[in-house]
């Protein structure tokens, strides 16, 4: 069906050979991530090794290369896991074999995917933050509603940064290579048995590219990768790091990604119904599918086959932060990319199209704006954030008023199958249809929780929190351990977080605009609140980019309150933010804060998949917030602009307080004789029956194929 699939197969073939009978169907498993999502798929895993399943990462093809014979001999002579396994190998063949969905897209000609990063799993270390985490959603829904895509992206060999934090609170930053190899992967042949390779220009080097394959369920992920003995140095680099700080190397990444990935398509016979362009980053492709359409029709004029081009790309903008849509000067794009303007036949169109104004010789080019012009249709990630957009972009659009620049909103959702998981998970399961998942995005899927008891829906609640505390306690000591804290700092997390109290979690990328520094302010009452008669518990966690030093100034400044009474034992700061501990956090905290300056939070997901756990949110009425707050399903700070920032700062600092002091803990502590909260657990219900819905990845998937992809 892909490209890839012969390869697939001898690699499980491979697999299947080295374990034991009983075990081999998991080989086939292990090649597809629709694993990560099943149930019962990790857990089946983890049953063969626990500790190894933990050490490598619940990395499946190196868990069953690398656990002794021994241990693998004793797992197959386990009937029930055995019956486990074959029920999961069984689901994962029968999901495999459902017909496609007919419409746009066909497995003939699927939606290419295109991004930057896809954080489809811990094990497959090629994401970042949210933009990743929502383009892996987004594929596991493809594969979900079986809406024939394909992903296009880059093999990171080191990935994204690891993070350290130092007994000042100052972030460090490592990298570990991966392997692909030991990855759930496999390299794409040719028809010749040889490695199916594309060439890029970059500055003077045509950068050779391979390609590799990431099964997510049904839909094929494929990376490029420049680690080739044909490449420089330089040429081998361009796709080791994830968001390389070196600015010419970013104008190289976004060339392979581009360029090389329309071309590994047509390579692999892949012949799109549309391009998805998924940010900025991919934009270039549009310049090789100018020159497919004019090796296909010579005939055509400029603007005939610049149209031709249109029609088959769309375009989702995720950020109005300058950092998300960075530009670069003439003699920058010529440096790297001269080539490549020069193959378009026209290098100051191919700089102009790239400008905010094209008449502007000394402005510089970008990938928003190049995208903008080449799509044919173009959206943001909320309701506001296509508002803002619009206003943002406008002078690309002379003539039209704001209303009428042509960016319309699909705002994200979340995989629920990859975020629902533990106690409410085995709640909803007991409690909704069977199936329900299917139907995540209607309401009527989710009527059945005004029935459920307030005692279930609380008990559910404190099982969650229970298991995040135990996750906290472990990884605080060992964190403060690890930099060298004093004994009775590092013991205080054990001896301090408990499993029935309040706890508030902020966790996300440490960008400055989400202003985790409000949460310091006004450190009397933050003490106050980890101290009272009544005390809460905070979990922090979060990474910022490496050359962002203001951001890591705020965990600084944080780290500055660690020693005041009570702190040590009702304040964690969670290193290394990954998906893993992602999952871990918004299932268990019991309010999920989102502090962003408006207008400048596009979407957010984290809020969205805590939702699903039962946590309540507290935010700033910007991003989704602004259009699921209804006044009964969490608490809402103003998102109005205001260019005094610190005077907005320390505003919405004191309501964040205000709403913690009289609403939050107030509601929390306020039992009934069964000691139930149970106007907090009505809030809970609120929350999962309107938000649910709203905010799935199956409701947002949905609106791309029918308002995004179709030609209209």
Not at 199 to 207: A, G, L
Request: proline share 6%; hydrophobic share 40%; glycine share 10%.
């Amino acid at each position: 069906m892909f490209a890839g699939d012969r390869d697939i197969d001898v690699a499980v073939a491979e697999l299947a050979a080295t374990l034991p009978t009983p075990l081999q169907p998991l080989a086939r498993v292990a090649f597809d991530y629709r694993w990560c999502w099943a149930a019962d798929g990790a857990a089946t895993f983890a049953a063969i090794d626990p500790g190894h399943w933990a050490r490598c990462g619940a990395n499946p093809r190196r868990l069953l290369t690398e656990t002794p014979p021994s241990l693998l001999r004793r797992a197959a002579a386990d009937t029930a896991l055995v019956a486990r396994i074959e029920r999961l190998a069984q689901e994962l063949q029968a999901d495999r074999e459902r017909p496609w969905r007919t419409g746009t897209a066909s497995p003939q000609h699927p939606v290419a995917f295109c991004c930057a990063e896809f954080g489809v799993h811990g094990s497959l270390p090629i994401y970042s933050g949210g933009l990743g985490i929502l383009a892996g959603d987004i594929l596991k829904e493809a594969s979900d509603l079986a809406l024939p895509m394909v992903g296009i992206g880059l093999m990171y060999r080191t990935g994204y940064f690891h993070q350290r934090i130092d007994v000042t609170g100052l972030q460090h930053e490592y990298w570990l290579d991966a392997d692909p190899d030991r990855l759930p992967c496999v390299q794409v042949s040719g028809s010749d048995g040889q490695p199916l390779t594309v060439t890029v220009p970059v500055d003077s080097e045509d950068v050779v590219a391979q390609v590799w394959r990431v099964d997510v369920g049904r839909v094929p992920l494929y990376l490029l990768d420049t680690d080739r003995p044909e490449n420089s140095q330089v040429g081998r680099w361009v796709t080791s790091r994830l968001y390389e700080s070196n600015r010419a190397i970013r104008l190289a990444q976004y060339a392979v990604l581009g360029v090389g990935g329309a071309r590994a398509l047509q390579a692999m016979g892949i012949e799109p119904a549309v391009y998805h362009l998924n940010e900025g980053h991919p934009a270039l492709a549009v310049y090789e599918l100018l020159g497919q359409v004019r090796a296909r029709q010579p005939g055509l004029s400029d603007d005939e086959a610049w149209q031709r081009v249109r029609e088959q790309v769309v375009f989702t903008t995720h950020t109005p932060v300058a950092a998300g849509n960075e530009t670069y000067a003439r003699d920058e794009v010529l440096g790297m990319l001269g080539r490549l303007a020069d193959a378009s036949g026209d290098r100051e169109g191919f700089l102009a199209r790239g400008r905010m104004n094209p008449a502007q010789p000394g402005q510089p080019s970008g990938m928003t704006a190049l995208a903008l012009r080449t799509s044919r249709q173009a959206n943001a990630v909320s309701q506001r954030h296509g508002d803002v957009a619009r206003g943002m972009w406008q002078p690309l659009f002379p003539g039209r008023a704001r209303e009428g620049v042509p960016i319309t909103h699909v705002t994200n959702g979340v995989h629920v199958p990859t975020w629902l998981h533990g106690p409410m998970r085995d709640l909803l399961d007991r409690h909704l249809a069977a199936g329900w998942m299917v139907h995540a995005d209607d309401p009527e899927t989710w009527a059945p929780l005004a029935a459920v008891p307030a005692a279930e829906l609380w008990a559910a609640r404190c099982a969650a929190r229970a298991q995040l505390v135990g996750m906290i306690t472990r990884h605080a000591i060992g964190h403060r351990l690890r930099r060298g804290e004093p004994l009775d700092y590092a013991s205080a997390a054990r001896d301090g977080f408990d499993p029935a109290r309040l706890t508030i979690g902020f966790a996300r990328r440490l960008a400055t605009y989400k202003r985790l520094h409000l949460v310091g302010l006004m450190p009397e009452r933050a003490i106050a609140l980890v101290g009272g008669e009544r005390p809460v518990q905070f979990v922090f966690a979060g990474k910022a980019h490496p050359d962002d030093h203001e951001a890591k100034e705020v965990v600084q400044r944080l780290f500055t309150l660690k020693r005041a009474p009570g702190v040590a034992g009702r304040a964690a700061f969670l290193e290394d933010y990954d998906i893993p501990l992602a999952g871990r956090l918004v299932a268990g905290c019991d309010v999920w804060v989102n502090l962003p300056r408006p207008p400048l939070e596009a979407s957010g997901t984290s809020g969205m998949k805590s939702v699903l756990g039962g946590g309540l949110q507290l935010s700033v009425l910007d991003g989704w917030w602004a259009e699921a707050y209804d006044g009964h399903n969490g608490w809402a700070i103003d998102g109005r602009e205001d260019s005094d920032h610190a005077a907005q700062d320390w505003r919405d600092a004191n309501t964040l307080f205000d709403l913690l002091e009289r609403q939050v803990v107030p509601m929390f502590h306020e039992r009934d004789a069964d000691g139930v909260p149970l106007r907090w657990v009505e809030m809970m219900r609120r929350s999962l029956m309107t938000h649910g819905p709203r905010f799935s990845a199956t409701r947002m998937l949905r609106e791309y194929a029918q308002r995004i992809y179709t030609r209209h």
